[in-house]
């Protein structure tokens, strides 16, 4: 399985990542992709990934600043005010085994930890990394949270110049109809362990596995955003990247399909996207 955004590059992994991945790989993880949320943390992804290099297991690197850092993305670097995050994230994406632009986007949910930042700069921030993505032929890694109408809009204007695929929704939540639009525009469709989860989550409108059961095999992704979002039966304690294969399971038995099959065609989906053979 492949595990598309996870955050062994977060601090609760500072100790045990490398049994961390170790563990994964051993349950039949192939791939572990860490995405950055902010300079150090992307910073961070990078110098894992260049850890990691064998068959049984490899690591990749995305790369971005996400739109709650928008308003902090100067401050946070190296823990010193610095003016030039672009300039740096420009300097990490082209590092290797970077493979993509995320986690960017918009988010409008209000957080326990975090308001809303300033929507200009979620904007602003937004619209400046996909023009790097443009810039150096990177797919794009999309996060959305109750913001997906303006994602859209915003993707629609750069269509013509995005990668072909030109990236995929991680973590997955929204309207039917933006579903459809993100499909239509050739985005793939990342689910985490929250699909096991049941009922409508605070703020959404739509089950997730009913979300599921709308995105054809050939368009989906998975993940699990650890350390969050734990799957059933595991929730309440740390998520890990071997976990991905509760979640692969799980949309397999949705679509009433075998997990071999599914696997390989994830694979190729992931193949398709960031254009790398596993
Ligand atoms: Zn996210
Ligand atoms: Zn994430």
Redesign the pocket.
């Known amino acids: 399985m492949v595990d598309v ?1 996870c ?1 062994l590059n977060f601090h609760s992994f500072e100790d045990d990542y490398d049994e961390v991945a170790k563990h994964a790989f051993e349950s039949g993880v192939r791939v572990i992709v860490n ?1 950055g ?1 902010s300079i150090p943390s992307s910073r961070r992804a990078v110098e894992l990934a260049q850890k990691y290099d064998s068959p049984a297991g490899e690591m990749y690197a995305i790369v971005g600043v996400h739109p709650h850092h928008a308003d902090k993305a100067d401050v946070e670097f190296e823990g010193e005010l610095q003016s030039n995050w672009f300039d740096n994230l420009k300097k990490l994406a082209r590092e290797p085994k970077v493979i993509g632009i995320g ?1 960017i986007g918009l988010d409008y949910h209000t957080y326990k930890s975090n308001g809303i930042v300033d929507k200009d700069m979620q904007f602003g921030a937004f619209k400046k990394q996909i023009g790097l993505s443009i810039e150096l032929g990177l797919p794009l890694q999309i996060h959305n949270r109750q913001a997906g109408e303006d994602i859209i809009q915003v993707l629609k204007k750069y269509r013509t110049q995005l990668q072909d695929p030109p990236g995929m929704f ?1 973590c997955f939540a929204g309207s039917k109809k933006v579903l459809k639009t993100a499909l239509d525009l050739g985005f793939y469709i990342g689910f985490d362990g929250n699909i096991t989860y049941k009922g409508i989550a605070p703020g959404e409108t739509v089950e997730l596995s009913e979300l599921v059961k709308l995105t054809s095999a050939d368009r989906i992704l998975v993940e699990t ?1 650890s350390p969050f979002l734990t799957p059933i039966p595991l929730r309440g304690i740390r998520n890990e990247p071997k976990n991905v294969i509760i979640v692969g399971e799980y949309i397999a038995s949705l679509k009433g399909v075998g997990i071999h099959g599914f696997q390989k065609q994830i694979y190729s989906n992931f193949e398709a996207v960031f254009k790398i053979k596993i």
């Open positions: 955004h955050h995405t949320t986690e991680h955003d």
